[in-house]
């Protein structure tokens, strides 16, 4: 595919969503038809972006301007690594996604269902924007685009515990971007006259360190869902969210967007040899190994499973922006592969989390003794997810832990080294303990009566369910809806993958080292 072909489908990537959200709200009093088109459309955007793909992959760097408002400034779509392994991750976790949502939405009886489909939609199409974003207006708009249309899918519950966690979500992130995010880019805009993104940056070479310093600072943490301290309150607040919801704030799109947001300005704005001299990123570097091990601890005290995979995702977000701020070509690359990795292993630790809520309505993980036996896929897959977040072989976390470990040695800090050893430790102690009590506790007959057998749970409109579309039963197992095993299967089935094709994921993104771009 030439640069003049690409054109369309880089611009057809971010519309096919938004055209398959307006089907979605046509066509959403039949049920059915609704999440045919969810499927479709998601495939798709998919297969656009993989055609997109093997063109940058072939050395090409298509670009395309919208929109003009400005000499030099507009609305311009650029393909480049980095934005090509955030648009896969995001288009193809899409399609998984939707699978499981299906089952989990219709298991657990969720309302507003199409409104759900709808904004996701949009979503996907925001966080494309994002990733193909060829300068920082583009990522701006884009970004502010998705914190919009997310913040239906965290009130989605209509409870005043979602309407909380909506105004949290929503003046963080619009508070942040605006606040800062859009100052800093002012700001460049008068140091450099541009806010295109260039391998080596943009800024000019005389910047002042306290200068550099605080513009990146701005950046940094002017792009709130990267979630550093102490601007994260959102993300654990999120959680109210249905598990769907949750997956695409933790995996596919969101907080995916902000670290990726963070290593494109890194790489683009600000150049490895301006904060490499300067030292100018330091500062941050240190605040994200603090976030990493202080949200670790953080989670091992929560007993709601998915409030600790919240604040897993704080710790292992400031791992990218830890590789961002080392000015490490090699720390960059490995900021990058950590997208792809905790993508899929994170989105199989929310994807088992639902199931579990789904199948027997427990959410504490002091209710889960003896889970495991009545639902073994589910909790096998949980162990396979959080082999892949500590970084253990053979699943992808290993390599990209690797990489941002040797980005560390290059520069010098290897403080950061023992950050990573630690954090895979904290790692161990608050994820591992739920699979042991699922297989090797005996189940507390107390509680579950108290809490209702499983099995036998009301719905959210309280209406009992014994038998009804909220489990899978085969051979006496008690599993979630086949759909939603069959979806967290195949992200855990993905964190293994991606251990066998991370050096090729390696050398893909080796141009954020290289400058070839």
Not at 217 to 228: E, M, R, S, T
Not at 234 to 256: G, R, Y
Request: glycine share 10%.
């Amino acid at each position: 595919m030439n640069e003049m072909s690409s054109e369309p489908a880089i611009l057809a990537a971010v519309l096919v969503p938004l055209v398959g959200a307006i089907l979605i709200v046509l066509i959403g009093r039949s049920p059915n038809l609704r999440e045919m088109v969810t499927l479709i459309t998601s495939s798709i955007t998919f297969l656009i972006v993989l055609t997109l793909f093997n063109d940058v992959a072939g050395g090409g760097r298509p670009s395309v301007t919208v929109l003009e408002m400005l000499p030099g400034l507009g609305i311009t779509f650029t393909l480049e690594p980095l934005g090509m392994l955030f648009a896969v991750i995001a288009s193809g976790l899409w399609i998984i996604t939707s699978i499981y949502a299906i089952g989990y939405m219709r298991g657990h009886h969720e309302v507003n269902q199409t409104r759900f489909y709808t904004c996701f939609a949009i979503a996907i199409s925001s966080a494309l924007g994002i990733a193909f974003a060829g300068n920082m207006l583009t990522l701006f708009v884009f970004y502010e685009f998705l914190t919009l249309c997310t913040f239906p899918l965290v009130t989605h519950s209509g409870t005043d515990a979602a309407k909380r966690a909506g105004r949290v979500y929503l003046g963080i992130l619009i508070g942040t971007s605006i606040g800062l995010q859009l100052i800093a880019m002012i700001w460049t805009w008068s140091l450099a006259g541009t806010l295109d993104f260039r391998h080596g940056g943009i800024l000019p070479e005389t910047l002042s360190v306290a200068f550099t310093a605080v513009l990146i600072g701005l950046y940094v943490y002017g792009i709130g869902k990267a979630a550093l301290m102490p601007f994260h309150r959102w993300l654990p607040a999120a959680m109210v969210a249905p598990t769907p919801v949750s997956a695409l704030l933790h995996a596919v799109a969101v907080v995916k967007a902000g670290v990726f947001s963070v290593l494109k300005v890194s790489v683009y704005i600000f150049g490895f040899d301006l904060l490499g001299e300067t030292g100018a990123s330091e500062w941050l570097a240190y605040i994200a190994a603090a976030t990493i091990l202080i949200a670790s601890l953080i989670a091992m005290t929560k007993d709601n499973l998915k409030a600790r995979l919240a604040y897993s995702t704080v710790s292992q977000l400031s791992y990218i922006v830890l590789g961002a701020m080392l000015a490490s070509g090699i720390g960059a690359v490995g900021g990058a592969m950590h997208i792809a990795m905790h993508a899929f292993g994170k989105i199989t630790l929310f994807f088992c989390a639902g199931a579990i809520m789904v199948a027997s309505h427990k959410t504490e993980i002091s209710q889960m003794r003896g889970l495991g036996r009545k639902m073994p896929f589910t909790f096998i897959c949980f162990l396979i997810g959080a082999l892949s977040i500590i970084g253990l072989p053979p699943f992808g976390g290993v390599w990209s832990k690797w990489y941002l470990s040797l980005g560390a040695a290059e520069t010098g800090q290897t403080i950061f080294i023992a950050v990573f050893m630690i954090s895979s430790l904290l790692n161990i102690a608050y994820l591992v303990p739920i699979v042991i009590r699922g297989f090797f506790s005996d189940p507390d007959i107390h509680l579950d009566n108290k809490d209702h057998p499983i099995g036998h749970h009301p719905d959210v409109s309280g209406v009992s369910d014994a038998s009804g579309p909220n489990q899978w039963r085969i051979r006496g197992l008690e599993e979630a809806p086949l759909m939603c095993v069959g979806a967290l299967m195949a992200t855990a089935l993905g964190c293994l993958v991606l251990f066998f094709y991370a050096d090729s994921i390696y050398h893909f993104l080796l141009p954020l080292a290289n400058g070839d771009v």
